[in-house]
């Protein structure tokens, strides 16, 4: 028994565009794309001109061989697919002025390369019930927000502001000018969690099980702690962790 290497789960229809005019046609009309699929070896002149109206948008690009591309329709894409968004995307620079302008003190979350929908749904999860203002993850290397996605999160992510950036270290240098405490769940350090003041502004900034948060981005952070591990495993699931270090900031908050 052979195995395709480029197996994939089809999403609904209704949740993709196939073909180059009609994703151009999307993008014109002020379509969310969540990601755009494009074969690997497109030359053509209307292809440039997708990639070129792709740019700035935050959608996340991939270009694949056209077996991959084969895996979601049997129709005719043209070497295109784009995959709607279910939800809308949230400004970053107009999000955090507009809570500071409510007099708020900011709790933001970071998602640095997490692709696990279920992890990403809990997460936002708790990011609802907790109260957190809004999550941030980069348009490249994170996990693509569908229908799974809205499911894993228990329906939490049509509540809760999401920004997609197309840089995460031009976003954490706004976020520190804008006068937030940038806070890193790392394993590369001894300070624990609780030793870091969460009660000012604050974004916190979770980085995928497997690398971590990645290092052009730690170096971006102004505080690097750590949760206590006293058992034989090194490190709890990333949601997990997530939830503890949400409401030890809630803590800190109801405390002061």
Known sequence: MTTNKYATRRPKESEMIFGIRAVLEAIEAGKVLDKVLIRRDMSSAIGRELLQKLEGTGTQVQKVPVEKLNQFTDKNHQGVIAFLSPIEFYPLESLVASL???GKVPLLMVLDGVTDVRNFGAIARTCVCAGVDALIIGARGSVAINGDAIKASAGALHSLPICKVENLQNALRY???????????TEHTDRNYTEVDMTVPT??????????????NLKLCTDQVRLP????IESLNVSVAAGVFIYEAIRQRQSA
Request: aromatic share 6%; hydrophobic share 35%; glycine share 12%.
């Open 100 to 102: 500071y302008d409510e």
């Open 203 to 216: 974004c916190i900034v979770m980085g995928s099980e497997e690398k971590g948060i990645y290092e052009e």
């Open 229 to 232: 591990m006293t058992g034989t």
């Open 175 to 185: 976020l520190q000018e804008s006068g937030l405490r940038i806070v890193a769940a």
